[in-house]
């Protein structure tokens, strides 16, 4: 079996993830025909060194490899970002032995529109409606402020600073952990309704 084959087989969730669409972005399961598109994105040092486990450099293998993971567990949920269509980044809620966590990331050209802080409310609700988390764990390196304030606009509450290893410059970087809890979310659902396409 090639690895074409092992990585891209049927038996996944992306079926039951749905899109999900906010003003101007929607999120969908990552597929086979984004491994480029991503491979381009988080090719570039700045993202990397700012995830915890995306490599630099990042092959196009490694978006492979990506895609034949995400969505196989229930609980957990992992979208590309679009605009316009075209992939922009990727957010994700992944089961972690803190609890579920909230990740994201944007291609550099993307940084500062406001789109990384769409996504992750779009996530959140999902993750709380559907997915029916009671509570969200996330991080944001220190020297990273345009990350922790998306997730200070949406709700997450600092609890502390910890050591992370951060594969790209495969050393350890201090990071600010977050939390945000369910009844947090729902006093703040003002931020406007995420709809659901499919």
């Known amino acids: 079996m090639t690895l074409s084959e ?3 087989t049927p038996a996944r ?8 669409a906010t003003a101007r972005l929607k999120l969908r399961a990552p597929r086979r025909s ?11 040092r700045r993202i990397a060194a700012n995830t915890a486990r995306v490599p630099h450099p990042y092959a196009i293998e490694d978006a492979e490899q990506f895609i034949a993971a995400v969505n196989k ?3 957990e949920a992992c979208f590309v970002i679009t605009l316009d269509s075209a992939p ?7 089961l972690r032995e803190d609890g579920p966590e909230l990740g994201y990331w944007l291609g550099v050209a993307h940084w500062g529109r406001g789109f990384a802080t769409e996504a992750a409310r779009a996530l959140i609700d999902y993750a709380f409606g559907d997915l029916e988390h009671e509570t969200l764990i996330s991080g944001a390196r220190v020297s990273n402020p345009a990350s ?20 790209a410059i495969n050393s350890a970087a201090p990071i600010d952990r977050f939390r945000l ?3 947090l ?5 003002s931020w406007g309704r995420v709809n659901r396409v499919t």
Request: charged share 30%; hydrophobic share 40%.
């Open 6 to 8: 092992q990585v891209f």
């Open 13 to 20: 969730r992306d079926d039951v993830v749905p899109v999900l």
């Open 34 to 44: 984004d491994c480029k598109a991503i491979t381009v994105l988080v090719n570039d």
């Open 73 to 75: 567990r229930e609980g």
């Open 88 to 94: 922009i980044g990727v957010c994700s809620v992944e």
């Open 148 to 167: 922790r304030r998306v997730l200070e606009k949406c709700g997450f509450q600092w609890t502390g600073v910890r050591l992370s290893r951060i594969r």
């Open 181 to 183: 809890d369910r009844g």
């Open 185 to 189: 979310w729902a006093s703040l659902k």
